[in-house]
């Protein structure tokens, strides 16, 4: 697939049809209207050299393919936020908070 930062440049240079997600606030997220021409330009589109498919995500994946994956799909500042929530807590933070690991 491609990323979300991707798709949202296209959305706006093509000026696709979106309209809102039911249930999120705030207005960002947004639902693309993929009509004839939507699917006609990304069948076209061209990766960035030395860029492939993206790896299907299974639970057979590697972990480390799996965290590279989906830090890709964040945004720059969800990116900083989690950046910034592993060196603060530390990954027993982290999996403490996630309910994986026990509070001791």
Do not use: C
């Amino acid at each position: 697939g491609y990323s979300r930062q991707t798709i949202n440049k296209w959305v706006r240079k093509e000026g696709w049809t979106t309209s809102p997600k039911p249930g999120v606030q705030g207005g960002k997220a947004r639902l693309v209207h993929v009509n004839e021409q939507v699917r006609e330009y990304i069948r076209n589109a061209e990766r960035p050299e030395g860029q492939g498919e993206a790896p299907a995500l299974s639970g057979d994946a590697p972990l480390e393919v799996l965290l590279v994956t989906l830090a890709k799909e964040m945004t720059p500042v969800e990116q900083k936020q989690f950046t910034s929530l592993l060196l603060r807590e530390g990954i027993i933070g982290l999996l403490q908070r996630l309910g994986i690991r026990d509070s001791k």
